[in-house]
Protein backbone atom coordinates (compact mmCIF):
# COMPACT_ATOMS: atom_id res chain seq x y z
CA UNK A 1 0.00 0.00 0.00
CA UNK A 2 1.09 3.41 -1.20
CA UNK A 3 1.02 5.73 1.83
CA UNK A 4 1.69 9.45 0.61
CA UNK A 5 4.07 11.51 3.13
CA UNK A 6 5.51 14.95 3.35
CA UNK A 7 8.66 17.40 4.09
CA UNK A 8 7.66 20.25 5.64
CA UNK A 9 10.29 23.56 5.76
CA UNK A 10 9.31 26.78 7.57
CA UNK A 11 11.73 29.45 7.25
CA UNK A 12 14.05 26.76 6.18
CA UNK A 13 13.47 24.92 9.20
CA UNK A 14 12.57 21.46 8.79
CA UNK A 15 9.16 21.18 10.80
CA UNK A 16 7.44 17.71 9.92
CA UNK A 17 7.75 16.03 12.97
CA UNK A 18 6.15 19.02 14.95
CA UNK A 19 3.09 19.18 12.62
CA UNK A 20 2.51 15.77 11.11
CA UNK A 21 -0.15 15.27 13.95
CA UNK A 22 -1.96 17.87 13.39
CA UNK A 23 -1.59 18.82 9.80
CA UNK A 24 -5.58 18.02 8.33
CA UNK A 25 -5.14 18.38 4.75
CA UNK A 26 -2.38 20.05 2.23
CA UNK A 27 -3.20 21.11 -1.51
CA UNK A 28 -0.99 22.17 -4.11
CA UNK A 29 -1.73 23.35 -7.31
CA UNK A 30 0.59 23.58 -9.61
CA UNK A 31 -0.03 26.37 -12.47
CA UNK A 32 1.60 26.40 -15.52
CA UNK A 33 0.14 29.61 -16.92
CA UNK A 34 -1.66 33.16 -15.59
CA UNK A 35 -1.30 32.59 -12.02
CA UNK A 36 1.24 31.34 -9.07
CA UNK A 37 1.41 28.21 -7.85
CA UNK A 38 -0.60 27.58 -4.61
CA UNK A 39 -0.43 25.59 -1.50
CA UNK A 40 -2.59 25.36 1.42
CA UNK A 41 -2.13 23.69 3.97
CA UNK A 42 -5.23 23.10 7.26
CA UNK A 43 -4.05 22.29 11.04
CA UNK A 44 -5.69 21.28 14.29
CA UNK A 45 -4.12 23.98 16.63
CA UNK A 46 -6.17 22.64 19.66
CA UNK A 47 -3.25 23.47 21.90
CA UNK A 48 -2.92 26.87 20.61
CA UNK A 49 0.80 27.35 19.13
CA UNK A 50 -0.02 28.72 15.94
CA UNK A 51 -1.45 31.71 18.46
CA UNK A 52 1.31 32.53 20.27
CA UNK A 53 4.54 30.87 19.53
CA UNK A 54 4.65 29.83 15.92
CA UNK A 55 2.46 32.72 14.85
CA UNK A 56 2.98 32.76 11.19
CA UNK A 57 3.39 36.40 9.05
CA UNK A 58 2.68 37.06 6.22
CA UNK A 59 5.71 36.47 3.68
CA UNK A 60 6.97 33.68 5.76
CA UNK A 61 8.69 31.13 3.78
CA UNK A 62 7.61 27.53 3.13
CA UNK A 63 9.05 24.29 1.30
CA UNK A 64 7.21 21.28 0.74
CA UNK A 65 8.06 18.09 -0.79
CA UNK A 66 5.76 15.33 -1.40
CA UNK A 67 6.19 11.22 -1.86
CA UNK A 68 5.40 8.30 -0.70
CA UNK A 69 6.92 5.65 2.54
CA UNK A 70 8.79 3.27 0.99
CA UNK A 71 10.13 5.27 -2.49
CA UNK A 72 12.69 7.28 -2.56
CA UNK A 73 11.57 9.58 -5.64
CA UNK A 74 10.44 13.09 -4.08
CA UNK A 75 8.22 15.52 -5.97
CA UNK A 76 10.02 18.95 -4.60
CA UNK A 77 6.53 20.97 -5.04
CA UNK A 78 8.96 24.13 -4.39
CA UNK A 79 9.41 27.30 -2.22
CA UNK A 80 6.03 29.15 -1.05
CA UNK A 81 5.70 32.99 0.46
CA UNK A 82 2.63 32.85 3.41
CA UNK A 83 0.13 35.37 1.57
CA UNK A 84 -3.15 34.39 3.79
CA UNK A 85 -3.48 32.85 7.34
CA UNK A 86 -6.52 31.73 8.75
CA UNK A 87 -7.97 31.06 12.05
CA UNK A 88 -11.34 29.68 12.75
CA UNK A 89 -13.04 26.98 15.54
CA UNK A 90 -14.33 25.42 17.47
CA UNK A 91 -12.41 23.23 16.79
CA UNK A 92 -9.49 25.41 16.29
CA UNK A 93 -7.92 25.56 13.27
CA UNK A 94 -5.37 27.73 11.27
CA UNK A 95 -5.09 27.36 7.28
CA UNK A 96 -2.11 28.48 5.63
CA UNK A 97 -2.32 29.72 2.03
CA UNK A 98 0.69 30.60 0.55
CA UNK A 99 2.17 31.36 -3.50
CA UNK A 100 5.02 29.96 -5.32
CA UNK A 101 8.35 31.99 -4.98
CA UNK A 102 8.83 32.65 -8.44
CA UNK A 103 12.60 34.57 -7.48
CA UNK A 104 13.75 31.22 -6.05
CA UNK A 105 12.41 29.24 -9.05
CA UNK A 106 13.85 30.81 -11.74
CA UNK A 107 16.93 30.32 -10.14
CA UNK A 108 17.07 27.30 -9.68
CA UNK A 109 15.74 26.65 -13.14
CA UNK A 110 18.72 27.99 -14.33
CA UNK A 111 21.18 25.72 -12.03
CA UNK A 112 19.53 22.83 -13.71
Aim: glycine content about 4%.
Amino acid sequence: MRVPKFKLQYESQDITEEVIAYVLSITYTDRLHASSSELDISMEDRLLRWIDPWYPEKGDRLKLELFYEQNFDKLDCGRFEVDDIEFTGPPDIISLGALVQYRDWETDRKST
